[in-house]
Each structure stands twice: as structure tokens, then as C-alpha cells.
């Protein structure tokens, strides 16, 4: 699966960016489709992931009440739409997918060796 992202950019703090994910599959259907974000020297972290089946969401504790992912599975599309963005949130924004199976998703979205596709990033800077 190739992934795409687009939509990273500069903003100031209190700002709102979309960030999108194009998928190169035949169906979203079946997939986990999450946001890992990194800064230099770090591991990636979890951000947020939906189940394009039935639309399950999940969001690590620092971004749950400001980020909203969302997907649009005609369009092979997942969005991330981040609002009252703070200078933490600045890091390299990734896209992955994987067929996680639904029973497992739970334990499992979070973790980055799971996703076998990743896409190249898009930078995310906010200012104070």
C-alpha cells in the first residue's frame, strides 16, 4: 500500500491544520489507518487511528478533544483534522496502514512495528 500525506505546514499556536492520508488500494475496507508523529531523537508516537470498516476511532491521551480523524473511504482518504494546536504538537506527521483484525485493534493501534505501510511525512511546525 503507497501512502500520501499532505496538508502539514506552519501555524501559530491556537490554530487548526488538515493533514490527509491518500491510500493506493483497491478499498480502505479491512485496514487501520493511523497518524504517527515523530521528533528528532524520539520514537514515533501514536496519534490517532481509524478502523476504515466501521469507523472506530482511538487518540492518544495529549491530542484527544483537539484532533479528530475521520476517513473517506470512496475517496481512499484519511483525515486528521487538528484544532487548538500547541508548540508540543510540532513533529513529523506519518500516515500507516495496516489490516489490523478488529478483535486486536484495541492493544495493537498504537504500536508503529505493526504498520507495514508508511508514508514520507509531512512537517507540522507550530509557534508560540
Known amino acids: 500500500v503507497q501512502l500520501v500525506e499532505s496538508g502539514g505546514g506552519l501555524v501559530q499556536a491556537g490554530g487548526s491544520l488538515l493533514l490527509s492520508c491518500r491510500a493506493s488500494v483497491f478499498t480502505l475496507d479491512g485496514y487501520a489507518i493511523a497518524w504517527f508523529r515523530q521528533i528528532p531523537g524520539k520514537d514515533r508516537e501514536a496519534v490517532s487511528c481509524i478502523m476504515a470498516r466501521d469507523g472506530t476511532t482511538w487518540y492518544s491521551n495529549s491530542v484527544k478533544g483537539r484532533f479528530t480523524i475521520s476517513s473517506d473511504n470512496a475517496k481512499h482518504t484519511v483525515s486528521l483534522q487538528m484544532n487548538s494546536l500547541k508548540p508540543e504538537d510540532t513533529a513529523v506527521y506519518y500516515c500507516?496502514?495496516?489490516?489490523?483484525?478488529?478483535?486486536?485493534?484495541?492493544?495493537?493501534?498504537?504500536?508503529?512495528?505493526?504498520?507495514?505501510?508508511w508514508g514520507q511525512g509531512t512537517q507540522v511546525t507550530v509557534s508560540s
Open positions: 500507516a496502514a495496516e489490516r489490523i483484525p478488529p478483535q486486536l485493534a484495541d492493544n495493537y493501534w498504537s504500536s508503529a512495528p505493526v504498520y507495514g505501510s
